[in-house]
C-alpha cells in the first residue's frame, strides 16, 4: 500500500486519504529507492498471512474450474503483491486472476502513475492474469457512495473472493459518522454485494494500531463494543480475564497501555466486523484467521502496525421467519464462539519484528525472496540485499 511518514514525523493524523494531499514524496524516484513497506516483515505477512490464507481457502473452497480469482486491492505502484500471487498461486494452480486496485496517490502524469502504467502492463501480460484486470486512481473511501465511478466498477468486477484492505495510515484515522467518505461507510458499502455470494471468502485489514492513529471518538465506539462483551458473555469475560487480565474493571487502565489498546482496538474492531456480518441477510460467519503486527514508530513498546485476516462464510440459515409459519424456530449463527475466537487470535497476535529477530534463517529467506519480487518489478535485487542488510544494522 502507500505510505505515510511512518518515522513519527508529520501529522498521521491527518490520513493518507486527506483531500488534495499530495503523495509524491513517499514514491520512488527514478533510480528507485527503496520504502519501508519493502522491508522483510511486509515478505512475512504476504507470503504466510495473506498467500497462506488463500491457499488454505482455495484448499477448502475450489473455484470451478475456469473461473477467476478475483482480487480488489490498494497495491503499490509496484503492483508487488499481484506478481506474488501470480507466481506463487497461479502458476502452480493454472487459476487465472482478475483484479481490481486503487491506488490514489497515483495521479496522472506524476512518476507514480508511470510506474503504476508500466507495472500494470507488465502484469497484464504474465500467463494467468485477466485482461479484465484494471488500477483505478480513485480513492479506495469513494466506495462509500454507489454513485461513484469507484463502486460502479467494483460492482462490476464483484463479487471478490479477496478484499485486500492494506491501509498505511489506519482504519481508525477518520472521525465517525459524519462525512460520507469513511472507511467505516466504505467497508459496509462493500460487505453488501460480498455477503450476497455462496463462496466463502477473505478480508485482509492492515492498519496501524496505537493511540495516536486512531480517532478518540471511533476508539470510543470500539471500547463500547468490547464492553458489551464482557457484560454479555461470560465465556468472553472469563476469556478476556485468563488472556489479557482485562474485564470491565480494568478496561480504562488497560487502555492507557499501548499494549491493552492495541488488543482493545483488534478485538474490537474483529467484533464490529462479525456483528456486521450476522445482521445482514442471510447472516455472514466471520473467522479471524490471523493476526500478526509489527512496529513502525522506531522504539515503539508494542506493535503498532497490526495485519488481520477474516474469513468470511455465509451460513445456511434461512430468512427470519417473524410470524412463525414455518413452525421450525431455525439456529441462527452464534455471535459468541466467534467473539472468542477473536480474542484468542489477537492474544496470539505475531510480533513479526521478534519473529525475524529471533529467526536469521527466516529472515535470510525472506529477504531473497522479496529480492527475487522486487527484481520482476525492476528494481535491482543486489541493491535490495545490501539494503536489508543496512536496514536490519539501523534497527539493531
Given amino acids: 500500500g502507500l505510505m505515510h511518514t511512518m518515522d513519527g514525523s508529520g501529522d498521521i493524523s491527518d490520513g493518507i486519504f486527506a483531500e488534495g494531499a499530495s503523495y509524491e514524496a513517499a514514491l520512488p524516484p527514478a533510480g528507485k529507492s527503496f520504502l519501508p513497506w519493502h522491508r522483510p516483515r511486509k515478505q512475512f505477512v504476504r507470503t504466510r498471512q495473506w498467500q497462506g490464507e488463500l491457499k488454505s481457502l482455495l484448499n477448502d473452497h475450489p473455484l470451478p474450474e475456469g473461473q477467476a480469482l478475483r482480487y480488489l486491492g490498494l497495491p503499490g505502484a509496484d503492483l508487488l503483491d499481484l506478481r506474488q500471487f501470480h507466481e506463487d498461486i497461479c502458476e502452480p494452480t493454472g487459476v487465472p486472476l482478475r483484479f481490481l486496485g486503487f491506488n490514489s496517490g497515483a495521479t496522472p502524469g506524476s512518476a507514480s502513475y508511470n510506474e503504476m502504467e508500466l507495472s500494470l502492463d507488465e502484469v497484464r501480460r504474465l500467463q494467468f492474469v485477466d485482461e479484465q484486470s484494471q488500477m483505478l486512481t480513485d480513492d479506495f473511501v469513494l466506495l462509500a457512495n454507489e454513485k461513484s465511478f469507484a463502486f460502479v466498477k467494483a460492482k462490476q468486477a464483484g463479487p471478490f473472493d479477496v478484499v485486500n484492505l492494506d491501509l498505511c495510515d489506519g482504519f481508525g484515522t477518520h472521525a465517525p459518522g459524519g462525512a460520507n467518505n469513511t472507511y467505516y461507510a466504505a467497508t459496509p458499502r462493500l460487505l453488501t454485494p460480498q455477503t450476497r455470494q455462496s463462496r466463502p471468502w477473505l478480508l485482509y485489514l492492515t492498519t496501524r494500531s496505537d ?64 456483528h456486521m456480518a450476522l445482521e445482514g441477510q442471510p447472516p455472514v460467519r466471520v473467522h479471524v484467521r490471523s493476526a500478526m503486527g509489527y512496529k513502525v514508530v522506531r ?98
Fill in 211 to 274: 493511540s495516536p492513529t486512531v480517532n478518540a471518538d471511533v476508539m470510543q465506539t470500539i471500547v463500547g463494543i468490547y464492553r458489551d462483551n464482557l457484560e454479555q458473555n461470560a465465556e468472553f469475560r472469563e476469556k478476556s480475564l485468563e488472556l489479557f487480565q482485562l474485564d470491565a474493571g480494568s478496561l480504562d487502565a488497560a487502555l492507557a497501555t499501548p499494549t491493552g489498546h492495541m488488543r482493545v482496538f483488534a478485538t474490537g474492531l474483529s467484533k464490529w466486523f462479525i
Fill in 299 to 396: 522504539g515503539a513498546e508494542e506493535v503498532d502496525m497490526i495485519s488481520l485476516a477474516f474469513r468470511f462464510e455465509p451460513s445456511d440459515a434461512p430468512f427470519p421467519d417473524r410470524a412463525g409459519l414455518a413452525g421450525q424456530p431455525q439456529e441462527a449463527p452464534a455471535e459468541g464462539p466467534l467473539a472468542l475466537k477473536a480474542l484468542n487470535k489477537v492474544a496470539r497476535m505475531k510480533d513479526v519484528d521478534a519473529l525475524l529477530a529471533d529467526q536469521p534463517d527466516l529472515r535470510a529467506e525472506l529477504v531473497s525472496s522479496m529480492a527475487h519480487l522486487v527484481g520482476l518489478a525492476r528494481y535491482d535485487p543486489d541493491a535490495y540485499r545490501a539494503w536489508a542488510d543496512e536496514d536490519v544494522r539501523m534497527e539493531a
